[in-house]
């Protein structure tokens, strides 16, 4: 039974080699979305193409909530919904939202602490629609 899936950030990194795995071990007749913000970042979709797969390219910005819904309305219009969503693409908290705030650091001892790494900033804007 063929497969629908949606990889964002699926240009570069992680995400091509999660569209690469995909590409190849769904079923024959799935599709493969690899999402990229712009038609230049989707090229990786090209370099997959050569190697014998057909990812299919699809243009979403995930912090906009426009580019969502059309991409949700293109895919349901298409496929009638989608079997796996793979939230992959990096961006920072969205602007409703703040960045969560770091727990207190406590430490003794010589040498002193080194600083604290800053908080953890990812897109939430989409996740769990």
Same mark, same amino acid.
């Given at each position: 039974?063929?497969?629908?899936a949606?990889?964002?950030?699926?240009?570069q990194g992680?995400?091509?080699?999660?569209v690469?795995?995909?590409g190849?071990?769904?079923p #024959?007749?799935?599709?493969?979305?690899?999402a990229?913000?712009?038609p230049?970042?989707g090229?990786?979709?090209a370099?997959l193409e050569?190697?014998?797969?057909?990812?299919?390219?699809?243009i979403?910005?995930?912090?906009?909530d426009?580019s969502v819904?059309d991409l #949700?309305?293109?895919?349901?219009?298409r496929?009638?919904?989608?079997?796996l969503?793979i939230?992959?693409?990096?961006?920072?908290?969205c602007?409703?939202r703040?960045?969560p705030?770091?727990?207190?650091r #406590?430490?003794?001892?010589?040498p002193?602490?080194?600083p604290?790494p800053?908080p953890?900033r990812a897109n939430?804007c989409?996740?769990?629609?």
């Open positions: 039974m063929s497969k629908i949606l990889v964002t950030g699926g240009n992680l995400g091509l080699a999660l690469r795995g995909l190849r071990a769904l #024959t007749g799935s599709t493969v979305y690899l990229a913000r712009d230049g970042r090229a990786a979709a370099r050569a190697e014998g797969l057909r990812p299919t390219l699809e979403l910005d995930v912090t906009s426009d819904r #949700t309305a293109r895919i349901a219009a496929h009638g919904g989608i079997d969503v939230s992959n693409a990096g961006s920072t908290i602007p409703r703040s960045a705030t770091p727990p207190p #406590t430490c003794s001892g010589s002193p602490c080194p604290a800053p953890h939430w989409s996740t769990g629609r």
